[in-house]
Structure formats: structure tokens, C-alpha cells
T-cell receptor, first 116, second 113 residues
């Protein structure tokens, strides 16, 4: 069965420090992979996505992620965290269907706290 | 260009009641999906609508039903509410026939007392 694991429930970093959020997936075919961010009381905003091609993808707000098929991972990175990055981060895999993907399977999320 | 919109933003109901949530997709999108996000968890897929038909369903009981209208907007109905139905309900839209990202609305926060 398809699944997404985010091993870190809560991470605390200082502003200006680097960040890596881990994501592992289980899926039998080539996955469509996403990272979303959710601020308190808000909906989900897409940070970046991987469909095919270059395994290092750039997103908004200075985030990037690298798809590693051999490790079934899609880790999110940022070289220097800003206080506004304080939020919940979700990794998701899109299950394939003719015409594209048809649903997203989310991990449980990683709560990122940024200290000044 | 308006994104995905949902109404209402918040709702309080009591056990046993019924609720209807509404979603208008992003312009140009014809496929709507609904997700339930319980507190402290990731969103879980409820079902997806395209051409006014339910195309795929997640692991949710029949108390959860939906509808899609000719203008692509959608409703989520939940009957016989349980305390455990308290959650943020998210609507997402995308074009059916293109590999594009799903865009999410701000959600409806449902509290069942």
C-alpha cells in the first residue's frame, strides 16, 4: 500500500540555520511527490513538486528538495531559515491514474519551530 | 483569478446532526477532491468528483457523501455527525486531464459537540 513517512514530528531550529525535513514514501510506480506548508489555521500551500526530470527541484521561499529513488526519499531543505518559516510541513505522494494523479497521500507532518 | 474558495469558514454542530460544506474550484479546474484533516494529523482523502460523478473514494463511511454541480463547484455532506468528525475539511481542485498540481482552499473548521 502507498504510504508517506515523516520521521520527525517536531523540529526546532534557530533563525538563519539550515534545515532538512525528511520524507520517505512507499509506492510501486514512479511517484509524483509534493511538499506543502500549512500555517496555523490555514489551508495548504504548495512549496514544490516533482513529476519527472531533474531530481533536484526548486520551490518557493528558497526551499528545495531532492528525489532519491534508491532511498525512496524526498527530503526538503533550506540553507537559511527565516522566522516566517515557522509552520507545519507535509510531504505527499500523488497516486497515478490515467490522465494524471488522482489523490494525494500525506505524511503526518513535521512541525517546524523557528527560534530568534 | 480567484483560487479555491470554501464556505463556511467555521461551523459548530451537535452529534447526530447533518452538515453541508461547499467548495468552488479554481478557475479552469474541473476536478474537485475533499480531504479531512484531524487535529495533529495529515489530510486524508475522502473522495474526488469529475463530471458530476464520484471517481474515487477513500476509506470513509457512507455517512460522507458529495455532489458536483455543472459549474464544477462541489458539496460535502456528512450525516449523523460523530464527535470524531471534528476536523478541518479541505477542498482541492485541478484539471482532470493534465498533470498539474492540486490547489487547496483554506478549509472549513467543523466542531461537533
Amino acid at each position: 500500500a502507498q504510504s508517506v513517512t515523516q520521521p520527525d514530528i517536531h523540529i526546532t531550529v534557530s533563525e538563519g540555520a539550515s534545515l532538512e525535513l525528511r520524507c520517505n514514501y512507499s509506492y510501486g510506480a514512479t511517484p509524483y511527490l509534493f511538499w506543502y506548508v500549512q500555517s496555523p489555521g490555514q489551508g495548504l500551500q504548495l512549496l514544490l513538486k516533482y513529476f519527472s526530470g531533474d531530481t533536484l527541484v526548486q520551490g518557493i521561499k528558497g526551499f528545495e528538495a531532492e528525489f532519491k529513488r534508491s532511498q525512496s526519499s524526498f527530503n526538503l531543505r533550506k540553507p537559511s531559515v527565516h522566522w516566517s518559516d515557522d509552520a507545519e510541513y507535509f510531504c505527499a505522494v500523488g497516486t497515478l491514474f490515467s490522465g494524471g494523479y488522482n489523490k494525494l497521500i500525506f505524511g503526518a507532518g513535521t512541525r517546524l519551530a523557528v527560534h530568534p | 483569478d480567484a483560487g479555491v474558495t470554501q464556505s463556511p469558514t467555521h461551523l459548530i454542530k451537535t452529534r447526530g446532526q447533518q452538515v453541508t460544506l461547499r467548495c468552488s474550484p479554481k478557475s479552469g479546474h474541473d476536478t474537485v477532491s475533499w480531504y479531512q484533516q484531524a487535529l495533529g494529523q495529515g489530510p486524508q482523502f475522502i473522495f474526488q468528483y469529475y463530471e458530476e460523478e464520484e471517481r474515487q473514494r477513500g476509506n470513509f463511511p457512507d455517512r460522507f457523501s458529495g455532489h458536483q454541480f455543472p459549474n464544477y463547484s462541489s458539496e460535502l455532506n456528512v450525516n449523523a455527525l460523530l464527535l470524531g468528525d471534528s476536523a478541518l475539511y479541505l477542498c482541492a481542485s485541478r484539471p482532470w486531464d493534465r498533470e498539474e498540481t492540486q490547489y487547496f482552499g483554506p478549509g472549513t473548521r467543523l466542531l461537533v459537540l
